[in-house]
C-alpha cells in the first residue's frame, strides 16, 4: 500500500471515532506526522493505532484507557522506533516550501507590474536570499510549535500562535523583505520575467507535492 493510500484510508476511517476519542486520536497523529520520521511507516503506525482504538471504542473504551494518561511519552516511544525520515524526504519538504515561498513574491511582483506599471516593482538577490533564509526556517519553527501545543490545557492559544506565525512567514514576511532588506545585486524584472519564474516554481512545486 502507498504513502497516499495509507492516508486515505486514515481519513476514511477516523469518521468512526467519537468526538472525544477523534480528538485525543487526532494529537498523536499530527505528533507522529510532524517528528522526524519516514513518511510511509509514520502513516503505516497511525493507522494500526486508529484500527486498535476503533476496535477498543467498540467495547465501550476511551482513548485516554487505550493509549495512557501519558500521550505523549507514548508517541515519543514509538517515535523513537520508527525509521528516520530519508534525506529525499527532507529536501522534498524543504523545497516545497521554498517554491512556495518563491512563487509568493514572485506572484506579488508580477501583479505589481502589471496593475501599477508606474511602480516600477523591482528584487534584488538580497531579497531572493532573505526570503530563502526565511521560508528554511518555517517547517522547524511550525512543526516545534505544534509538536508543544498537542496535548496541552493552552492548545487552543498555542495553535491561534501557529497560525499567525505561519501567515506571517507566508505572506507579510516576503512584503517586509522588499520594501526593509537593503537591495545588493538589483535585478530589472518585467511581468513576463516574474510570471515566467512564478510557472516554473508553480511546477516545481506541483511535482514535489506529488512526489510525497
Same mark, same amino acid.
Given at each position: 500500500m502507498?504513502?497516499?493510500?495509507?492516508?486515505?484510508? +486514515?481519513n476514511k476511517r477516523r469518521k468512526e471515532l467519537t468526538a472525544q476519542n477523534e480528538a485525543f486520536y487526532k494529537d498523536i497523529m499530527?505528533?507522529?506526522?510532524?517528528? +522526524?520520521?519516514?513518511?510511509?511507516?509514520?502513516?503505516?503506525?497511525?493507522?494500526?493505532?486508529?484500527?486498535?482504538?476503533?476496535?477498543?471504542?467498540?467495547?465501550g473504551?476511551?482513548?485516554?484507557?487505550?493509549?495512557?494518561?501519558?500521550?505523549?511519552?507514548?508517541?515519543k516511544k514509538l517515535v523513537d522506533a520508527l525509521p528516520k525520515a530519508s534525506i529525499k524526504e527532507?529536501?522534498?519538504?524543504?523545497?516545497?516550501?521554498?517554491?512556495?515561498?518563491?512563487?509568493w513574491l514572485f506572484g506579488l511582483l508580477g501583479a505589481a507590474q502589471l496593475l501599477?506599471?508606474?511602480l516600477q516593482p523591482s528584487i534584488a538577490v538580497s531579497h531572493i536570499a532573505a526570503v530563502v533564509l526565511v521560508m528554511l526556517l518555517l517547517p522547524g519553527t511550525?512543526?516545534?510549535?505544534?509538536?508543544?501545543?498537542?496535548?496541552?490545557?493552552?492548545?487552543?492559544?498555542?495553535? +491561534?500562535m501557529i497560525w499567525a506565525i505561519t501567515i506571517g512567514f507566508t505572506?507579510?514576511?516576503?512584503?517586509?523583505?522588499?520594501?526593509?532588506?537593503?537591495?545588493?545585486?538589483?535585478i530589472e524584472g518585467s511581468f513576463f520575467l516574474y510570471g515566467s519564474v512564478f510557472a516554473g516554481l508553480l511546477l516545481v512545486h506541483v511535482l514535489l507535492k506529488k512526489f510525497k
Open positions: 502507498t504513502t497516499t493510500a495509507f492516508i486515505e484510508l +486514515n499530527l505528533y507522529v506526522r510532524g517528528s +522526524n520520521v519516514d513518511q510511509r511507516a509514520g502513516e503505516e503506525l497511525l493507522l494500526e493505532l486508529l484500527e486498535h482504538l476503533i476496535d477498543a471504542q467498540a467495547r473504551k476511551r482513548a485516554v484507557e487505550v493509549f495512557g494518561i501519558h500521550p505523549e511519552e507514548y508517541c527532507k529536501a522534498a519538504l524543504y523545497g516545497s516550501v521554498l517554491s512556495f515561498g518563491g512563487m501599477w506599471p508606474e511550525v512543526l516545534t510549535l505544534l509538536k508543544k501545543s498537542l496535548f496541552s490545557t493552552e492548545k487552543s492559544r498555542m495553535e +491561534n505572506w507579510l514576511v516576503p512584503i517586509a523583505i522588499i520594501y526593509f532588506v537593503p537591495a545588493t545585486l538589483k
